[in-house]
Nanobody
């Protein structure tokens, strides 16, 4: 069991940067595969980035490769998403999620979700 809380969202101009942080409450944080998802108004939730339990493997959506970086700190119980070169298309509610079973890119594999944090990128 783990509870997740996102922070760091806000309004930025296109080309700017933002860092999202998800803080977890739980004794077994390091056992979970973690991911960031996002959902824009009127669109389906999509995976942004995934990171393995040790941080040794990561995957990114094609739309954010080279711009976003996911990282985790198993001592501080956090997972972060550094977002650079932001585009208006990145505007969405961003969610962190935890998966206790497998390394997966699909949202259905994730058991626990944060409440989301709004990221708005102006043109």
């Amino acid at each position: 069991q783990v509870q997740l809380v996102e922070s760091g969202g806000g309004l930025v101009q296109a080309g700017g940067s933002l860092r999202l942080t998800c803080t977890a409450s739980g004794r077994t944080f390091s056992r979970y595969v973690l991911a960031w998802f996002r959902q824009a108004p009127g669109k389906e939730r999509e995976v942004v980035a995934v990171i393995s339990t040790t941080g040794g493997r990561t995957n990114y959506a094609d739309s954010v490769k080279g711009r976003f970086t996911i990282s985790r700190d198993n001592v501080k119980n956090t997972v972060s998403l550094q977002m650079n070169s932001l585009k208006p298309e990145d505007t969405a509610v961003y969610y962190c999620a935890a998966n206790e079973n497998s390394y997966a890119l699909g949202s259905r594999g994730y058991d626990y979700w944060g409440q989301g944090t709004q990221v708005t990128v102006s043109s």
